[in-house]
């Protein structure tokens, strides 16, 4: 059974920065891909950025240049370091696992976290 437990969420003012953190357990695909999700109010859930199990990374092109993701297999932790925060970036952020291609959509999710960015 999948598990993904996220932390790190907050708020923060524009221009600050956050780190979530994604726990994950159960997930045992060779050519895992696993990524962040979020929904603001009012919205679909949208794809943020993803890694595959290579370490290739890929970002929605309204945090591209702001977001790193990363991962650590050894602690089977995933990992999104936000920076230069914007109040449009205030959303729940899901973690997530076995991520389509694209980002379109995901086969397991965490509970998600609330992020919020003043201005």
């Known amino acids: 059974q999948v598990q993904l437990v996220e932390s790190g969420g907050g708020s923060v003012q524009s221009g600050g920065s956050l780190r979530l953190s994604c726990a994950a357990s159960?997930?045992?695909?060779?050519?895992?891909?696993m990524g962040w999700f979020r929904q603001a109010p009012g919205k679909e859930r949208e794809g943020v950025a993803a890694?595959?199990?290579?370490?290739?990374?890929s970002y929605s092109d309204s945090v591209r240049g702001r977001f790193t993701i990363s991962q650590d297999n050894a602690k089977n932790t995933l990992y999104l370091q936000m920076n230069s925060l914007k109040p449009e970036d205030t959303a729940v952020y899901y973690c997530?696992?076995?991520?389509?291609?694209?980002?379109?959509?995901?086969?397991?999710w965490g509970q998600g976290t609330q992020v919020t960015v003043s201005s």
């Open positions: 997530a696992a076995d991520v389509f291609p694209l980002m379109a959509w995901a086969n397991y």
């Open positions: 159960g997930y045992t695909d060779s050519r895992r891909c």
């Open positions: 890694i595959d199990s290579d370490g290739r990374t």
